[in-house]
Every structure is written in C-alpha cells, then in structure tokens.
C-alpha cells in the first residue's frame, strides 16, 4: 500500500507518517522545506524520540518526499492509496488545486481504485472542509467519478509534539500518549489496518472530547502560565494556582461533554487527570508560545475557547474560568 503525507514537519514525521510507515505503508512525504525534503529522500530513514514514563528512540524507515508544489505529486496522487494531511487549517486551501490536478489524472487514466483521504489536523471535520475546497478545482466533469471511488475520512488527532532540540534536523521528540480516530462510515472500500489508528461511527464526540480538554486546556495553561510569568507547559501546570485554574476549565467544558454525548463523569475526570499529567511531562520543553500562538484563530466560534463556552451557554452550566481563559488570550 502507498500513502502521500502531506506535511513533513514535526507533527507529520513524529506521528501519522510514523504510524503509516511502522504499519508497512510506503509513505511519501509532500512539503516545500528544500532541506527536509532532499534529507528524506537521500536518507530515507528518520528518528523518533519518544518520551514518557519510559524514554526510547525509534527509527522510521523506508519512506520518501517530494516537493508539494511539483508537477510529480500531480501523478502520485493519481496512483497512491491513501492521502494524509498534518499542514494546518490555512494550507489545507494551498494544497487543494493539487489534489484536483491528482484526481482529475487519476480519473483520465481509468483508475478505478479506491483513494481514502485523511486530514489529520486540528479542526473540526477537516476533511469534509478539504473535500470542499477540493472541488473548487476539480471539473463538474469528475465529481461523479470522485463520490464514487474517493473516500474523504474525518478524523481526531491528538498527541504533543513539541519543536526537537536534537542536532539532527530530521529527529523528532514525541510524548508517548497518542490518539488518531477516523470516522469508519468515510472510508471507500477496505478499511486499511493501521495499529494506532482508531475507527469509531460517532467521530464528534471524540473531536470535541479532545478539543474541549486536551486543546482546552492547552491554550487555558498557556494564557494563564504566561501572565504568572512562565516560559513552558510544564512550569504553569506545575504552578499550583494555574493547575487549580486550568482543571477547573477542563471541568466546565468537560460537563457540556456529558451533557451532550452521555460520557460517563468519573471516567472523563480520569481523561482530566491523564491530559495534566501529559502537561508535566518533565521530557516535554514545550514553550508557551508554541501553544498560544495563533490567538485569534483560536478564538474563533468553532475553536477550543468559543466552542465549550457556547455549550456552556446552551447546558446553563458554569463557566467562570472559561470566560477568564478568553479573557486572558486578550
């Protein structure tokens, strides 16, 4: 089975690449870092270091990359299986016009296979935005061709992965803890077998699981560690005054969850308590202003802070902290 993963920054490489390559995927990489790209594809091995109660190195081998913005990724896409995006919300419309060029070559070569479309990023149906986008481009002509033999696969990511300090460029620093959940009624065809990956028939529960905690409480940590003076995750959530904040958040949002979905409250307390753990992760130097960039986005209505207040609003639960979360991003 072959893959085309675009984005070989940390998130690409240190997570979906990694789990695609380790289930014997032949994974090539798209992106548009000359270094990054030329390194891979000379290489074609990598390191993964991967933090947690136990610290081992792992080596990600046999993959490739290309230039996102050549002519050769047009009939890759025309004749790879699967299509996995780590890019961000702003270049999922960059990346668009290619994957219609690839679609529409697939189609003009009678390639009746299916092609299953995965965008891995930190939004909220990310693939359907992408089809979306997607079709902007591609011909009316084929859009019968693209429901028929495309799958365009929703998804929920979750794991920290902070920038390396390793002298190797192509070395990544992961935490041990990772989630990736695809919406199984998406697929065309045969489901592939990735070990890591896992299919669900309610994927929005788990999306906003992971947006109403982990990323909740991320930005939460980030705002409040920042005006107490602090440069890292780990030294606000290790801040006592900021942890009792921060879970008090995560607890707010954490009820629109069990009101909405029916999660059961002691064992989403328990998910709390396992996403502050991850927070101190004493091997995870990750900086404040890694995980509160981007403010504005992050305010906007479908995002970690406007989203759970909204719930709030509609559940008529408490959410004083929420509001000084938002408050403190001003």
């Known amino acids: 089975m072959k893959a085309v993963h675009f984005g070989a920054g940390n998130i690409g490489r240190g997570f979906i690449g990694k789990l695609l390559a380790d289930a014997g995927i032949k994974v090539t990489f798209a992106d548009v870092d000359e270094k990054v790209i030329n390194l891979l594809s000379t290489l074609n091995t990598y390191n993964v270091k991967v933090v947690g109660a136990e610290c081992k190195t792992e080596a990600v081998s046999g993959v490739d990359a290309i230039n996102s913005t050549s002519d050769d990724l047009v009939s890759l896409v025309s004749e ?88 190797d460029p192509l070395e990544v620093t992961v935490e041990s803890f990772s989630e990736w959940i695809v919406d199984e009624q998406q697929f065309k065809g045969e489901i592939p077998v990735i070990e890591g990956m896992t299919k669900t028939d309610n994927l929005m529960a788990f999306i906003e699981r992971k ?39 995560m607890q707010e949002s954490g009820e629109v969850l069990i009101k909405r979905y029916g999660f059961e409250r ?34 906007s209505v479908n995002e970690r802070f406007i989203k759970p207040l909204l719930g709030t609003i509609e559940y008529a639960t408490d959410n004083q902290m929420l509001l000084k979360g938002i408050a403190c991003s001003f």
């Not at 891995?120 to 089809?131: D, P, Q």
């Not at 998910?271 to 890694?290: T, V």
Request: net charge negative.
């Open 80 to 167: 790879t299986d699967l299509i996995t995006t780590a890019v961000g919300p702003n270049v999922l419309v960059i990346i668009a016009s290619k994957l219609a060029q690839g679609l529409a070559l697939r189609f003009d070569a009678n390639n009746e296979k299916f092609l299953n479309i995965i965008a891995c990023e930190n939004m909220i149906r990310g693939t359907t935005f992408l089809k979306t986008e997607i079709y902007k481009h591609l011909d009316e002509k084929y859009h019968e061709k693209a429901e028929r033999l495309v799958g365009f696969v929703d998804s929920a990511v979750d794991r920290i992965v902070p920038p390396s300090e390793s002298d």
């Open 266 to 299: 002691d064992a989403h307390n328990a998910y709390i308590e396992k996403i502050l753990g991850r927070f101190a992760n004493p091997y995870l130097h990750d900086e404040i202003d890694r995980v509160g960039r981007q403010p504005i986005r992050k305010l």
């Open 211 to 249: 947006l109403f905690t982990l990323n909740t409480g991320h930005i939460v940590t980030a705002y409040l560690g920042a005006l107490a003076g602090h440069d890292t995750i780990k030294e606000a959530i290790d801040d006592p005054i900021v942890k009792d904040q921060v879970k008090k958040a």
